[in-house]
């Protein structure tokens, strides 16, 4: 359903991002764009898989390989040296956060040709769009088990924004999670009885009920704000 593409940021740095757009009746006419932004395993193939669920969906879906800017190509698995690896980059990622938003920027832009924009992603990925959902103008964001979300906690959504927990996620406090939500009473937030990672079926840490359940809420906000 998709196919790699090349963007350019506004700084002129080229990066790679998958692209996936509606098939059949929908051919033509999106009903929007959703971004889409990795874990930090790269735009692999569980993310190709969530931006081909969006095309089905009727949304012209785009993942910006945001890794590129530090090391092209990153295609992970979910073992301890991938995670080892993927760790490593996400540290260069949030000593460049202005440089990755102008990576997503840029594929916002690209998804922008198809209307209103969303703007989702997991993990590390969950922090840039809290990151993405202050500082840039998506018109609607949803973030899974963004732990870092709590080192940005002063910021404020610009859009409206829904975040993704698990209450047994051993990387995230509880207490963080209430303390986002105590500062932000506007943004939904949702714990499920579920770890790290429960929207991933490609991982152990899959929980197939709540990954239901938060994709439910995330596609009714998009068919709110998007389109």
């Given at each position: ?37 990795q ?13 081909d669920?969006?095309?089905?969906q ?10 590129d ?9 979910y ?15 949030n000593?460049?956060?202005d ?15 198809a209307?209103k ?63 986002i ?20 079926d490609?991982?152990p840490?899959?929980?197939?009920e ?7 809420i995330?596609?009714d906000?998009?068919?709110?704000h998007?389109?």
């Amino acid at each position: 359903m998709g196919e790699t593409i090349k963007l350019t940021a506004a700084d002129g740095h080229e990066f790679e991002a998958y692209r996936a757009e509606p098939e059949g009746d929908a051919q033509g006419s999106p009903k929007g764009g959703i971004v889409v932004i990795q874990e930090i395993f790269g735009v692999n193939a569980h993310i190709r898989e969530v931006c081909d669920g969006y095309a089905r969906q009727g949304y012209l879906a785009i993942a910006p390989a945001i890794f590129d800017r530090f090391e092209r190509g990153v295609d992970l698995g979910y073992t301890d040296d991938d995670k080892t690896i993927g760790r490593a980059l996400k540290a260069k990622g949030n000593d460049n956060l202005d440089a990755v938003l102008a990576d997503v920027k840029a594929a916002h832009d690209a998804a922008a040709t198809a209307g209103k924009v969303g703007i989702t992603g997991y993990c590390w990925g969950g922090v840039v769009v809290w990151a993405a959902a202050c500082r840039l103008g998506f018109d609607a964001a949803v973030a899974y088990y963004g732990g870092g979300i709590i080192d940005l906690n002063a910021e404020e959504p610009t859009c409206p924004t829904i975040l993704h927990f698990g209450e047994h996620d051993g990387s995230i406090p509880m207490a963080d999670v209430d303390a986002i939500s105590a500062a932000h009473p506007d943004v939904e937030v949702h714990v499920y009885d579920a770890g790290h990672g429960f929207n991933c079926d490609h991982r152990p840490e899959f929980d197939r009920e709540s990954a239901e359940i938060a994709l439910h809420i995330t596609h009714d906000l998009f068919a709110e704000h998007v389109g």
